[in-house]
């Protein structure tokens, strides 16, 4: 199995910036899928971001424009750029790798379609 540990969660002001990263362990994590997902408090968990074997990515509507997604096979991490940070982003990040493949959306976006999940990291804005 591979082990996944996200990092780089803290605290920024709005308009700001972080970047997250999610590093594996025990597999190439480019032989995944790799997404992204955020639970904000009171909130189901949604989906942020993806990057596939390709290296074709997917995006939220809420987030296209201000997020990026990158993956380094060297160092076998996937980073999420967040910029343009809004109080609405504030949540727990999580990332997931899963092989599962699928053409829709809802498919390619749902959490049950991911095998291995990261402990979370967690990011606050503030106004």
């Known amino acids: 199995q591979v082990q996944l540990v996200e990092s780089g969660g803290g605290l920024v002001q709005a308009g700001g910036s972080l970047r997250l990263s999610c590093a594996a362990e025990?597999?190439?994590?480019?032989?995944?899928?790799v997404g992204w997902f955020r639970q904000a408090p009171g909130k189901e968990r949604e989906f942020v971001a993806r990057?596939?074997?390709?290296?074709?990515?997917t995006f939220a509507d809420s987030v296209k424009g201000r997020f990026t997604i990158t993956r380094d096979n060297v160092k076998n991490t996937v980073y999420l750029q967040m910029n343009s940070l809004k109080p609405e982003d504030t949540a727990v990040y999580y990332c997931?790798?899963?092989?599962?493949?699928?053409?829709?959306?809802?498919?390619?976006?749902?959490?049950?379609?991911?095998?291995?999940w990261g402990q979370g990291t967690q990011v606050s804005v503030s106004s």
């Open positions: 990057v596939v074997w390709s290296g074709e990515s």
């Open positions: 025990g597999r190439a994590i480019g032989t995944y899928a």
């Open positions: 997931a790798a899963g092989r599962a493949r699928g053409g829709s959306y809802s498919f390619r976006t749902s959490p049950q379609n991911y095998d291995f």
